[in-house]
């Protein structure tokens, strides 16, 4: 059981330019997130996956798209990179039902814009 | 507005000297309060969920407890491994996707 992996650990990009952050789950958990994590401000949400098909904003989305392209991945993606996006890059998956809401995380992504 | 607030934001403290954590919330109606513990350079690690005023629930040295208002993690006799930053999050009756994080409590245990 690996959990929530993400990819790359690290990745240094120059401004304008655009990548693909990756997270897959291996609990078959329905929801899936993304968070970015900077000092003093804590974890914010970019977007989340309730369910397979559908996505939805949080509390910081602008810059950002999402992909859930099947129940166990879920894709973030950076088109035109800004260096106010240098920031830590948390996946996270949850089963969200009455059974059980805590969340997984995964091990983080550090990205660098120049 | 939702909001949750943890203090102190640094805590120092020799082994064995207990203290507690502090998680504050005000939220519209709280679905659930979950505590993580985040080591350097990893992911949150989930460590207890709480679901109303009056729970408890235990873990080695840690212990989580719930009012309306706030919740406390106590650390009792801490040893270094416990070192840490110390995360809580809030989930509301609105939304059960969307988890409101606190900035987080520094904890340094010193032998």
């Known amino acids: 059981n690996a959990g929530v992996t993400q990819t790359p650990k690290f990745q240094v990009l120059k401004t304008g330019q655009s990548m693909t952050l990756q997270c897959a789950q291996d609990m078959n958990h329905n929801s899936m997130y993304w968070y970015r994590q900077d000092p003093g401000m804590g974890l914010r949400l970019i977007y989340y996956?309730?369910?397979?098909?559908?996505?939805d904003k949080g509390e910081v989305p602008n810059g950002y798209n999402v992909s859930r392209l099947n129940k166990r991945e879920f894709s973030l993606r950076l088109e035109s990179a800004a260096p106010s996006q240098t920031s830590v890059y948390f996946c996270?998956?949850?089963?969200?039902?009455?059974?059980?809401?805590?969340?997984?995380f995964g091990p983080g992504t550090r990205l660098t814009v120049t | 507005e939702d909001q949750v607030t943890q203090s102190p934001e640094a805590l120092r403290l020799q082994e064995g000297e207990s203290s507690s954590l502090n998680c504050s919330y005000t939220v519209s109606g709280l679905r659930g309060l979950f505590w993580y513990r985040q080591d350097p350079g990893k992911g949150p690690e989930f460590l207890f969920t709480?679901?109303?005023a009056g729970e408890e629930k235990e873990k080695e040295r840690l212990k989580a407890t719930l009012t309306k208002k706030e919740s406390f993690l106590h650390i009792t006799a801490p040893k270094p491994e416990d070192s840490a930053t110390y995360l809580c999050a809030v989930l509301t009756l609105y939304n059960f996707n969307k988890f409101y994080f606190g900035s987080g409590t520094k904890l340094n245990v010193k032998p």
């Open positions: 996270a998956s949850s089963d969200g039902t009455v059974l059980s809401y805590e969340q997984y």
């Open positions: 996956s309730a369910s397979e098909g559908t996505t």
């Open positions: 709480l679901y109303s």
